[in-house]
């Protein structure tokens, strides 16, 4: 299990980690660039093993190589080839591992028996690293097991310690209590099908915080076109700070998300014997409506807003949570199939299917049929309860395996050529042969 940390380097610290962040990631290019030029020039198809003999050569010849620690770089090497072997995985969503440019979250990684732990008081802890020493950071929540690997990194609050530790806890059983369905939705973040109120994700970002975010923005649009313009495309310090203070206010957000949605799966997982949720494609209901310059797009501006507010109650995040915290505490997630859940009349002596029972986006579902009353985010749920007590399959597999991230936070990545990834596999295939 992930824990992770507040990590309060010195100045002298910081600015090494920072160096080692910019190495690590360089590192990271050289090796996939040279994976790409071995198996366009030669056919071969290098793996960790291979690269690390020729970085223990590098590293006596380059400086900032022989500066970064030796087990940094070897698990650079390693995750690259995570990296290729769920490229490769028919089952796994990732794509074509990428080069990553400056802008690239900062990270270093240790394995768990090159670092060492102690505990300074019931708040506060250290941890040890190679060519550092001891750094502090906030003991929030005990360790609980031994720690496998542990990895440095920095976003825009600040610098983070994240440990993978194996707690040695094993999952529930399945337990007999009573199960409910969950309707994810936008003006009720979340309405439980046994309840009788909705669960509303407090404000992710205050209105003085809205209005600052917006005047970072558009300053920051001014400063890049300047520089553009008359910096020949180089960024100055002023624009670089103006980043800096957009991304902390966007970490400040992501926080508080989280936090919200790690609360509510908790405790959906821990008190019903199984979640019924719907399985929703975020991916294509957040899709622009902006169209092409031949067929343009209609209402783009209240499209782009409902997406943010799709994406600010991330349902696909929550389903990722609740997969492996229904299998920790012994419950059951069952996804089912979302069409017509809004239309479709809650009362069990009816369950008539009816656009007119719901007319536009309304808060009332009145079944024109048999007269049902409800609120139409309890009445969803209390359909997919419905359908989850069936067994109802959903009308599509979703695609599982490893490290799965079904969050609705988007990466930009460019896919690969056809051509290259299908022979790259023909290859991957043939090593193992």
Known sequence: MGRKYRLYPTPTQEKVLTEWGHSARALWNLALEQRQYAYQQRQVTLRSVEQGLHLTVARREIAWLAELPATVGQQVLRHMDLAFDNFFNASHPA????????????????????????????????????????????????????????????????WHVSFGVATGVKPLPPVDKPGCGVDFGVAASAYVSTEDRPRQMPASLSTTEKARLKHLEQKKARQTTYAKKHQGGQYSKRLRKTIAQIA????????????????????????????????????????SARGSVKNPGMRVKAKAGLNRSILDNCPGERRRQLEYKCRLYGSELRAVPAIHTSVTCGNPACGKVDPESRKGCGRLFACVHCGFEDDADHNAAVEIDARARRGTPPTRARRTGGSVNNSTHRRLTASSPGSIRRRMREAQTAAFE
């Open 95 to 158: 794509g074509y591992p990428q080069f990553k440019k400056r802008g690239h979250k900062l990270k270093v990684s240790f394995p768990g028996q090159k670092v060492k732990i102690r505990k300074l008081s019931r708040r506060w802890a250290e941890i040890c690293i190679p060519k550092m020493g001891w750094i502090r950071f906030r003991l929030s929540r005990a360790l609980g097991g031994v720690v496998r690997n542990a990895t440095i990194s920095k976003d825009g609050v600040g």
């Open 248 to 287: 902390k206010i966007r970490a400040k957000q992501a926080c508080r998300r989280r936090d919200f949605t790690h609360k509510l799966t908790t405790e959906l997982a821990k008190n019903h014997g199984y979640v019924g949720i719907e399985d929703l494609r975020v991916k294509n209901m957040t899709k």
